[in-house]
């Protein structure tokens, strides 16, 4: 596709359950970004994957948050035993990579998790 | 101390008048400074990049730079109503690395009619 793409577009789960989030990024794009903004709060850095290098995990929240990208492509993020607390927009962005990357990202529409 | 500090607003401006929105960082290293504007219920989008002191113009966006002062600000010149919106402050801050933007929690603008 054109531009980057998440899913769900909305996700409603019980305390506890395990989500997973998707993210699809722009073609040709090596590096991939996972934020995460609460109502009226700004973006929280979660999680960034370069190309084939180790992920920067330093933004993760906690244990129950993971990541992983497959193939270099596409993202998933997953959050186990969920918590009132995780409820926010996922976002997904990505960029064009450690050579030509300028810290320019291009958002997806995001995942909104509700946990009730 | 915030690393991306910026006035949550609002900041209301008169249709066609200019707006000023301003942001300051903590970390002298930073080389990358970025302005989004996210509509509400929206994902940001990137209007503007800059990476070096001075100003730099597009069409009716001005994004200025002082690294002395450690502040960069966005001028919005002729606003107009479908300027309303949140404006992200996003700058690359060491130790965390040179490609992981750190966000301001945004300002938010109307512009009325």
């Known amino acids: 596709g054109a531009g980057v793409s998440q899913s769900p577009s909305n996700k409603v789960t019980e305390k506890g359950k395990d989500v997973e989030l998707r993210c699809d990024p722009i073609s040709g794009h090596t590096a991939l970004y996972w934020y995460r903004q609460s109502l009226g709060q700004g973006l929280e850095f979660l999680i960034y994957f370069q190309g084939n290098s180790a992920p920067d995990k330093s933004g993760l929240p906690s244990d129950r948050f993971s990541a992983e990208r497959t193939g270099g492509s596409v993202s998933t993020l997953t959050i186990q035993r969920t918590q009132q607390e995780d409820s926010a927009v996922y976002l997904c962005?990505?960029?064009?990579?450690?050579?030509?990357?300028?810290?320019?990202?291009?958002f997806g529409e995001g995942s909104r998790l509700t946990v009730l | 101390q915030k690393e991306v500090e910026q006035n949550s607003g609002p900041l209301s401006v008169p249709e066609g008048a200019i707006a000023s929105l301003n942001c300051t960082y903590s970390d002298r290293g930073s080389q990358s400074f970025f302005w989004y504007r996210q509509y509400s219920g929206k994902s940001p989008e990137l209007i503007m990049s800059?990476?070096?002191?001075g100003d730099k113009e597009d069409g009716r966006f001005t994004a200025q730079l002082n690294k002395a002062s450690q502040y960069v600000s966005l001028l919005i010149r002729d606003s107009q109503p479908s300027d309303s919106a949140t404006y992200l402050c996003?700058?690359?801050?060491?130790?965390?690395?040179?490609?992981?933007?750190?966000f301001g929690r945004g300002t938010s603008l109307i512009v009325h009619p």
């Open positions: 800059i990476y070096s002191n």
């Open positions: 996003a700058v690359n801050i060491s130790p965390r690395g040179s490609y992981i933007p750190t």
């Open positions: 962005a990505s960029s064009l990579g450690a050579i030509t990357n300028t810290g320019e990202l291009f």
